[in-house]
């Protein structure tokens, strides 16, 4: 397994785009097999009406060359009368094929998005690590590729079933009236459809600019950095503008060709057309026939191509859905074959561990690292930045496998746990608390749904929190606002907490867990404390006042514990120790 593991660098690397299958990307729409039997039907049926309605115009057209005024009126009434039923067929065959298409495409969305989404959310954390994979670029192939996808479905697929039949039904038609025109104008309709040119212009990156930008938008306002991200956002569309530049002279060109061989392909066809009617091989009415069967077929066929950028950009997005859907993770959450525990002590072992993140892979944290962390007790891990003290809260978490070495929870190594069951006995507050767009009250009970509210008001007040929601007009139904924008650094770090202790972990981790509390941090400290007792927690900090109560005090540099025992024991050291020397560096950075 630890091999693995060892790959997880390649997962910087982008999913390879097979090539699209359609067959499977219809097979996704098997549930609506109905609507696609009544499409199908409906625009194989659309299309023979092209032929059949251009067929009665030639027989038209043949009307005024007879000489029996009687039978003028009684053929134009009869093809009157065939164009108003044909007008007919035409709305209904539309109505059922438009919608039955167009239901298709709406469920193939939801159905893609939802695939897609779940899919997302089991990949491992090491994945989103990497600048390709971040929420505006996944919010981007969720809302294009998936929209790309239905309109390939919806639109698309009615047009090519439509214009196939429009083309055999017209073709059979002409050969079987008049085959030698036919046969003149058919060779003619390559040259008249202009092939059209694809567009492959990736606006992925001006996407996540804008994602980012509207997402840090304080910050940029802040620092008046406006300016900076419109020359980044500039900046990244130049690929694309100049690509369509370059491609509208190739759309040009395209189109003045077609335009003369249509013109061209007339002329051939009026001068062919009488030197056949001259050697009396065939009659007027044929000739009108056959030119407006095929004529009208030659621009059916001609839109139909101009779809094809549609269509190329539909095929890139159907390889890029299906990449992700097809992607196996290296960390699976819901293994059917984990250990699911109903409980756990939480005694934790870190052995032997080599580890580097997997977007930093040359980068080593850890080499050969190892700790014990007791049940029911609590460990405070500190030390400069960058010594590795959040790395340890991620490889407990499991949201990283080692390189090397294992991770034991219990005794058992924590890959061999179901990590859904596992983590429902871990609580997570970190340095940047995460909150949902909802109401307070919904994010306290994210994690313990079958609450009662007397629960939620408690683990409120353990947190400090109770006092400040109180005052807000709709109380624990105020709504957070998106990221919790609604509320302060301190506000969102209290309601995690509260969040946390209604969940009542077997081990509690707190990544700087009261780093954004200002007045009421000695409070909320108190209240971590009593949370704490009788449960293995891990506390990371770096202001050392926090920790001072705390079991054991395990001090880290470079990736390695260089010290290790209570706050009184580790200061007995004198100032030869380095938890010592970080005291005195924070108490004399507050006198001054």
């Avoid at 959450?333 to 109903?342: R, S, Y």
Wanted: with cysteine; charged share 20%; net charge neutral.
């Amino acid at each position: 397994m630890a091999g693995s593991v060892g790959d997880a660098g390649d997962s910087a690397e982008k999913p390879k785009l097979h090539a699209p299958s359609f067959r499977r990307l219809l097979l996704l729409n098997a549930p609506e097999w109905k609507h696609v039997l009544v499409g199908c039907l409906s625009a194989i049926l659309s299309g023979a009406i092209q032929p059949v309605y251009a067929y009665a115009m030639g027989c038209t057209f043949s009307i005024y060359y007879l000489t029996d005024h009687e039978e003028i009126k009684d053929k134009t009434r009869m093809y009157a009368f065939i164009f108003l039923g044909l007008v007919v067929c035409s709305f209904l065959l539309n109505v059922g094929q438009h919608y039955s298409f167009g239901a298709m495409g709406e469920y193939l969305t939801k159905r893609t998005r939802e695939r897609m989404l779940e899919k997302v959310l089991t990949f491992e954390v090491g994945w989103f690590d990497h600048g390709d994979n971040s929420s505006g670029a996944i919010c981007s192939w969720l809302s294009k590729d998936a929209n790309i996808v239905r309109s390939l479905v919806g639109d698309r697929m009615a047009l090519v079933i439509q214009t196939v039949s429009v083309v055999l039904i017209a073709f059979i038609m002409g050969l079987v009236i008049a085959w030698r025109l036919a046969l003149v104008m058919l060779a003619m309709q390559p040259f008249i459809v202009a092939a059209s040119t694809l567009d492959k212009q990736a606006q992925a990156e001006t996407s996540k600019i804008a994602a980012d930008a509207v997402s840090n938008l304080r910050t940029i306002t802040a620092f008046s950095s406006q300016d900076r991200i419109l020359r980044l956002f500039a900046r990244a569309q130049d690929g694309p503008y100049r690509e369509s530049i370059r491609q509208s002279w190739f759309t040009g060109f395209g189109l003045g060709t077609s335009v003369s061989l249509t013109i061209f392909s007339w002329a051939l066809n009026y001068w062919y057309c009488g030197k056949l009617m001259a050697e009396r091989l065939i009659t007027v009415e044929a000739a009108f026939q056959t030119t407006m069967i095929l004529v009208t077929t030659g621009r059916v066929i001609a839109d139909a191509c101009s779809m094809t950028t549609d269509i190329a950009k539909g095929a890139d997005a159907v390889s890029s859905v299906f990449a992700i859907l097809d992607r196996q993770t290296k960390i699976d959450p819901d293994n059917p074959k984990g250990h699911k525990p109903e409980k756990i002590t939480g005694d934790v072992e870190i052995i032997d561990v080599d580890f580097a993140y997997p977007s930093r892979p040359d980068v080593t944290i850890f080499k050969g690292f190892s700790l014990s962390i007791v049940a029911g007790k609590s460990t405070a891990l500190v030390g400069q930045s960058g010594s590795g003290k959040s790395t340890i809260i991620g490889l407990i978490e499991r949201f990283y496998d080692p390189l090397k070495g294992v991770v034991n929870i219990d005794g058992r190594d924590i890959r061999a746990y179901n990590l859904q069951a596992l983590r429902r006995h871990i609580g997570l507050v970190s340095q940047e608390p995460t909150l949902f767009a909802g109401t307070i009250k919904e994010n306290i009970m994210l994690e313990a749904e079958a609450a009662s509210e007397a629960e939620v008001e408690d683990a409120a007040r353990s947190a400090n929190a109770h006092d400040f929601i109180s005052t807000l007009k709709d109380g624990y139904d105020t709504w957070c606002g998106d990221r919790g924008v609604q509320l302060s650094g301190g506000q969102k770090q209290r309601i995690a907490i509260a969040r946390a202790i209604l969940k009542n972990p077997a081990v509690l981790l707190l990544d700087e867990a009261t780093s954004a509390l200002g007045a009421s941090e000695k409070a909320v400290q108190e209240a971590l404390e009593r949370v704490m007792v009788g449960r293995t927690s891990v506390v990371v900090a770096h202001r050392l006042s926090t920790v001072q109560s705390c079991d054991t005090i395990a001090v880290l540099e470079r990736g390695v514990v260089v010290e290790k025992g209570t706050h009184a024991s580790l200061m007995a050291n004198g100032r030869s120790g380095a938890y010592f020397g970080l005291v005195s560096l924070q108490q004399g950075g507050k006198q001054h």
